[in-house]
């Protein structure tokens, strides 16, 4: 009998022993493969609606083959942080990005350089001696209808990179001295926007330069309310003879004025001097409920526009053009960019408030943005001369592209509307011939989020409690079959 307990007693024992060992080794096992996934550097599952911290496949076609090194420096973030996560897979997705998370005490010669302030954070990107310095605030801006913070990481960090590898970073100058708009003032959201492109803007008063700067890759004239002077005229015109560009905007006028060099300038696209009205639309799909003004236009394809499906503008005037073999003269070819329905009409008269046509107003449709490209020098094979083009991006509106809100109890700017925003700055990418170097705007909403008290134990019973539930599981079936025998 002695004999046989013991033999019992054994087994047990065996058994109980085989199943330590088995938990040992699957937990020895779960933490191994942990370890060996986190070793792989895989990008981590996003959960996000809009995959804030997942790179976008323009980031990743655009930086997969750049040639040079270049190092990502966070300076004062935690290793945890969720953009150094968003970081990493640039890495992944060309190994001469490097993400490095530095501090004040492991890389003070950084921090000097680049003027960090000890406690404080900041992202240094580098190439060879090219830098852009981003801060914190620079990776969020606000929704200016919700006041939700509206996440911009991959575009800052993508933005950043492909500018300190950029052979030539294109600069946008803004005509100063004959408008009411400036990109100080009225402007603001736009510049916003465009300091998040490649794009470096500046101002220009061409009767104190005399010129146009010959590093003006595209020239901003934003509704001349006074002709322009002879400095200025003759100066836009060796610009333009010589291949620049222009992005114009042209808002409505009460009143007929005469702008000789203004209408001298548009006429050598072949536009013609614009009339004193604003386009309606009879079309409530075209338009906003409120106002026939407010038009909502069609969208013709091209390589501005092939990215917008809508915008929206505010008290448009039609553009002129001459005659088609008036055009072909000039060596300048038109394409329409936008257009106010065959149902809008051309209103002249702004003493009446009604909504319909009246007599003597014309009918549409009109081009209400266009782009005209002239033939400055023709390519001539014999002598190896190249072909000069001089673009001309030019808009029947201005307040589309502004600061200003479409009624005094709105606080939302009209570029904020649809693609308002968008389609300024593709003209600007077009114009200054970035192509499709980057167009990563992700204007996602994002709301910073607090769990509460019972949110908070069901995150942290999944992360705990769960493993340890299987661990007791396994060990109450076990003591169960044992039992059992």
Known sequence: MKNIIEKIRKS????????????????????????????????????????????????????????????????????????????????NVNNKINVEVVDAISRPDLVQKYGIEN?????????????????????????????????????KLTNSILYVVAEKVPTVYFLEGYSDFSINQNLKYLSMYLSNEITK????????????????????????NEDFDDITTNA??????????????????????????????????????????????????????TAASIIVPDVKYSAITKNISTTLLLNATKINFVSDEELENLNVTKTVLLEASNTSFFRTNFETTLNNKV????????????????????????????????KLVIYGENLFISDYTLNSSSQTPIITYF????????????????????????????????????QNNIIQAVIF???????????????HRRRKK
């Not at 580098?126 to 911009?152: F, V």
């Not at 101002?203 to 001349?224: F, H, M, Q, Y």
């Not at 493993?467 to 076990?478: A, D, F, M, Q, R």
């Open 12 to 91: 047990l024992l065996v058994k109980r022993t085989t199943t330590i060992i088995f938990m040992i080794v699957l937990i020895a096992l779960f933490i191994t493969l942990t370890l060996w996934i986190n070793s792989l550097g895989l990008n981590p599952i996003d959960f996000t609606a809009e995959k804030l911290y997942t790179l976008t496949q323009t980031s990743k076609e655009k930086l997969k083959n750049i040639d040079s090194d270049i190092n990502i420096y966070f300076v004062g973030y935690d290793e945890k942080n969720a953009i150094i996560d968003l970081a990493k897979q640039y890495h």
């Open 119 to 155: 406690n404080s954070s900041g992202i240094i990107v580098e190439c060879g001696e090219k830098t852009k310095i981003l801060s914190s605030y620079d990776l969020y801006t606000t929704d200016p209808t919700t006041y939700e913070q509206i996440d911009i990481t991959e575009e």
């Open 201 to 224: 803007y500046d101002t220009v008063n061409v009767i104190t330069t005399g010129a146009v700067p010959e590093d003006c890759d595209t020239l901003v004239i934003n509704t001349p």
């Open 236 to 289: 836009i015109i060796n610009y333009i003879n010589n291949g620049g560009n222009i992005l114009w905007f042209n808002a409505t006028s009460t009143e007929k004025q005469n702008l000789q060099n203004v209408n001298k300038i548009l006429s050598i696209y072949g536009v013609s001097p614009f009339e004193s009205g604003f386009i309606n639309e009879t079309d409530s799909s075209k338009r906003m409920s």
């Open 359 to 390: 007599e003597g107003e014309e009918e549409g449709p009109f081009a209400v943005g266009a782009e005209l490209q002239k033939q400055i020098i023709a390519e001539n094979d014999e002598t190896g001369e190249k072909e000069k083009i001089s």
């Open 419 to 454: 693609n308002n925003k968008n389609i300024v700055i593709d003209s600007i990418s077009y114009l200054v011939d970035r192509g499709e170097d980057i167009v990563i705007r992700k204007d996602t909403n994002t709301v910073n989020y607090t769990a509460t008290e019972n």
């Open 465 to 479: 409690g769960v493993p340890v539930l299987i661990i007791l599981i396994g060990i109450l079936v076990w003591q």
